[in-house]
């Protein structure tokens, strides 16, 4: 079955912190992963995908399929990037499949 | 560009009657509409998929009659919650993807929030 597990609830970092969101899968198929993020009262939004390979606000990912993870990684947190993160997906029909997600909380 | 809208952004309804949300993306043609289910601080759940002009295909557990739902144009589905009870008080989520060739994006609307008396 498809599964995308988010471990943590919520992270708390400094301003200034490197961040790392996980996030780990159980899919059969080759996978397609990505992340997205919901800011305060704010949709939720696309952050990036692995296939791009793109690093977005300084955010990178990558697909370590050994290991079956996709973590969210930025070197140095700022005070903006505090929001829900949802790590994805995707199956067939172009559903996707949904982490708990994680509450990136940066301190000043 | 890429919009996706949904109405009404929260609703409340009394127990028994049925409650109607549109998911409309106001600039690009959707071939593909999908509706999820949100509970308080957890994950998003997905319901359905909704092609336009065909019927939808719901998630295992998810009752079809009791969420209609209706994808009438390339831009428009509508989900019905139908004899709505207070266990179907939740947040309510579209997307749409857009008609391009391979494309898997999905735009995510704002969401509405149905809650049942």
């Known amino acids: 079955a498809q599964r995308v597990t988010q471990p943590e609830k919520l992270l708390s970092v400094f301003k200034g912190a490197p961040v790392e969101l996980k996030c780990n899968y159980s899919?059969?198929?080759?996978?397609?992963l990505f992340w997205y993020v919901q800011y305060s009262r704010q949709r939720l939004q696309l952050l990036l995908r692995h296939i791009s390979r793109e690093s977005i606000k300084g955010f990178t990912a990558d697909l370590n399929k050994g290991e079956t993870s996709f973590h969210l990684k930025k070197p140095f947190a700022q005070e903006e990037d505090s929001a829900m993160y949802y790590c994805?997906?995707?199956?067939?029909?172009?559903?996707?499949?949904f982490g708990a997600g994680t509450i990136l909380r940066v301190k000043s | 560009g890429a919009v996706v809208s949904q109405h009404p952004s929260w609703v409340i309804c009394k127990s028994g009657t049925s409650v109607k949300i549109e998911c409309r993306s106001l600039?690009?043609?959707?071939?593909?509409m999908f509706w999820y289910r949100q509970f308080p601080k957890q994950s998003l759940m997905l319901m359905a998929t909704s092609n336009e002009g065909s019927k939808a295909t719901y998630e295992q557990g998810v009752e079809k009659d009791k969420f209609l739902i209706n994808h009438a144009s390339l831009t428009l589905s509508t989900l019905t919650v139908t004899s709505a009870h207070p266990e179907d008080s939740s947040f309510y989520i579209c997307?749409?993807?857009?008609?391009?060739?391979?494309?898997?994006?999905?735009?995510f609307g704002p969401g509405t929030r149905l809650t049942v008396t």
């Open positions: 997307s749409a993807s857009p008609r391009v060739f391979l494309t898997y994006e999905q735009y």
């Open positions: 600039d690009f043609q959707a071939t593909t």
């Open positions: 899919y059969s198929g080759s996978p397609e």
């Open positions: 994805a997906l995707k199956k067939y029909g172009n559903k996707l499949v």
